[in-house]
């Protein structure tokens, strides 16, 4: 046999390691095209609002009829510990469809609206060549605020202002939900698509259908929960009948769970702990493995990431979140995930309780062990030992409360950076909107993080007299609706929702000269809005005082420019006084603030164009 030479040797050594290569990527390709080429794979994302991790039985709960989502999680892999960024709605939502934090895209309360800069998974999907569409189950999701941006079809049959202005519409239940949907969905012919159905019915008020509803007399919220499992295995049914499995990502999670009294909540916003952060989050089909269990802690915005990389191969949209893939248990051997994986720690917020009562905000940090709440706080709990988050241990471990805290402005420092970076060329186009600084919490550098406010754990209770005081308003019981309010305000004297509440039971009344103090304690109370000097102003009015009023509303809009209201009443007030060109400027302004086409605007602009034409 003749020996190959040195040149000869090397060559033929190459063409083996090429046709070895060959045969490795031929072998990946045959594994790969197993997996459903691109345009044959889609997503159905649920979001189950208001839902409580542990309402679910595949959760644990031995009280829940929630077959469907039980089977689901068999089918797929469940991850026991999710937690949002936020336990509220609208800007839960933003977190998911962008993958940013709420100081990062800016919603943090419910009825902002989501910048038309920020890029959605929606409009990377759209972009894409993907089909999209949306079908809401609550106003508080309306494109009103900016979640629509991407999606081909909307489906949000809600009137404007409904909930807040009483209006006739402001959710529909999960069996409407899906039957909108099945229209679209029947419609479809091929994949690939990105389809995102909400459900909207465990939020309060708690109000079950039959049978749900006589399953737990007791329990409502279950009740809805059990209603609200029906329709997604009515709905993942509709699906799988028009388009079978293959290829079919499905994706359900919550956007924040509910008090149901546990820390004196009733329902969410408020607080910061598991009961309204921790949310259930299963996924199911693609290449997800079944049966698994991942006690790995992960987060909301893990989502945005994983649902690329099933839709596109690829993550385009850069987001704070990191794909949940890794996390996945490929072992076949290992039942469960746990300890497969480090936990990714979480950050959340809320600034509710000081936008409507005037009390602290709340931060919260959480590692796979550790949850540390600053509402101012701090307040330190063990995930494991108190999964109920009773006993602080702040003043035991000083030392984790240190590292913590460090970690938590160390997650904000690298948040206001990088919202700086994005931000710096939109802040003006926004401030023409009047998107920024609307009410009391404006961009994040309005926000008090200071330590001297009443802590919301602490104040919560205080919550229970509103509540009362209101049923008795609607009631039209007023004394005693007055006396619950005082009977709050006697805990919480700078109360900023009860202040109002009290001032304008004296106003129903006719008492004005009794409301005037009441509103002069608001505008003291309020850091920068302006609705005890609006409330002021319509006193003076009443009392006959014009000039008084006039001033009172050109502080209010001094005080708080954002508000629409503000202007608006400052404009009635010169046409009152006859003052047509100060009265159209001040509805100029009133009208490019109000985000939601208010009604009394139109009319307001309908009597001074009457004015004018005589
Ligand atoms: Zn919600």
Redesign the pocket.
Known sequence: MRRLKGREALWTAAAVAVLGLACLAFGLLRCRSRRPSLSERCCVLITL??CRADALGCYGSSMARTPNLDELAERGTLFERCLTPI????P??CSLFTGKLPPEHGVRLNGRVLEEQAVTLAEIFSEAGIRTAAFVG?Y?CSSDFGLSQGFQVYDDPFLAGGEEEGGPVAERTCLDVNAAARRWISAQAEKPFFLWIHY?DP?APHEAPLPYAAWFPDRLYDAEVAFVDKAVGQLLDAVVDKVGEKGLLVAVVG??GEGLDDHNEKE?GHLLFDTTVRVPLILAGGDVPKGKRVAAQVRLVDLAPTVQEWLLDEVRLPSSGSSLRPLLPRNLLSRSGRGDAKGRSAYAETVWPYEKYGWSPGRRFSTQDWVLIMDPGPRLFHVESDPEQAADLSEERPEKTLELREALARAEREMTDSRTASAAGSAEGLKELGYVGMDRVGEGSAIPWTDDLPSPTDMIGVVRFERRGLAHKAGGRRERAREEFQRGLALDPTNLELLNELGLLHIEAGEYEQALPIFRRLDEAERDSCMGLINQGICLEALGDLEAARLAYARAVDKDPSSWRAWFNLSRLHLSLGDLDKAESALARARDRAPLGAPAIQDLERLIAEMESH
Do not use: Q
Not at 87 to 90: D, R, W
């Open positions: 609002d208001t336990p509220i709605t609208l839960a939502h609550s508080a909207f939020h956007d924040h969410h």
